[in-house]
Antibody
Framework: QIQLVQSGPELKKPGESVKISCKASGYTFTDYAMHWVKQAPGKGLKWMGWINTYTGKPTYADDFKGRFVFSLEASASTANLQISNLKNEDTATYFC??????????????WGQGVMVTVSS | DIQMTQSPASLSASLGETVTIQCQASEDIYSGLAWYQQKPGKSPQLLIYGASSLQDGVPSRFSGSGSGTQYSLKISSMQTEDEGVYFCQQGLKYPFTFGSGTKLEIK
């Protein structure tokens, strides 16, 4: 069955970096784009961007340009999110999510379990 | 960016009651809308895509409708397991955007 399994929770200090992984199984990794979604505690969902799993090209939402990097280990069917120079406002759960292409739009049909990143001094 | 305005913010319903949640887009999204359910501590689950298509495995009491800028999610006959937060999402244009969520509880 299709699964996206993410790495474990992280506790970091401001200014540090963190790398989160998302390992896909049960389908051909390069056939579907991988997206990243942020959810701050008690808040809604915010789309961060996506990575083309075939070419490796990342696309970032405006609020996530600069300190955020999407990457792949395609041979391991894994997508990664790295956040540098962490700030308190980066405290959130980060989800990876696969998109399926609809007739006119794309939708998130499978999600990872989420990684809680806590930034605190 | 396309803004998604979701209402109500919270809702309580009795078992067996019909529930409706609304989502309005700031521009025509041509039915490029999905609905998700999220339970505490879990990831969102896709319920409806293309405004009205039921995702595999989702109970038939869930249905979606709408067009243009106005969309709705209906749960006919509320069940205990339907408690959670519901989000709409437009997948037509980047950046993809979500509604602010509707918290649904049993009365």
């Amino acid at each position: 069955q299709i699964q996206l399994v993410q790495s474990g929770p992280e506790l970091k200090k401001p200014g540090e970096s963190v790398k989160i992984s998302c390992k896909a199984s049960g389908y051909t990794f390069t056939d579907y784009a991988m997206h990243w979604v942020k959810q701050a505690p008690g808040k809604g969902l915010k789309w961060m961007g996506w990575i083309n799993t075939y070419t490796g090209k990342p696309t970032y939402a405006d609020d996530f340009k600069g300190r955020f990097v999407f990457s792949l280990e395609a041979s391991a069917s894994t997508a990664n999110l790295q956040i540098s120079n962490l700030k308190n406002e980066d405290t959130a759960t980060y989800f990876c999510a696969r998109t399926t292409e609809g007739i006119v739009a794309d939708y998130f049909d499978y999600w990872g379990q989420g990684v809680m990143v806590t930034v605190s001094s | 960016d396309i803004q998604m305005t979701q209402s109500p913010a919270s809702l309580s319903a009795s078992l067996g009651e019909t529930v409706t949640i609304q989502c309005q887009a700031s521009e025509d999204i041509y039915s490029g809308l999905a609905w998700y359910q999220q339970k505490p501590g879990k990831s969102p689950q896709l319920l409806i895509y293309g405004a009205s298509s039921l995702q595999d495995g989702v109970p038939s009491r869930f249905s979606g409708s709408g067009s243009g800028t106005q969309y709705s999610l209906k749960i006919s006959s509320m069940q205990t397991e339907d408690e959670g937060v519901y989000f709409c999402q437009q997948g037509l244009k980047y950046p993809f955007t979500f509604g602010s969520g509707t918290k649904l509880e049993i009365k």
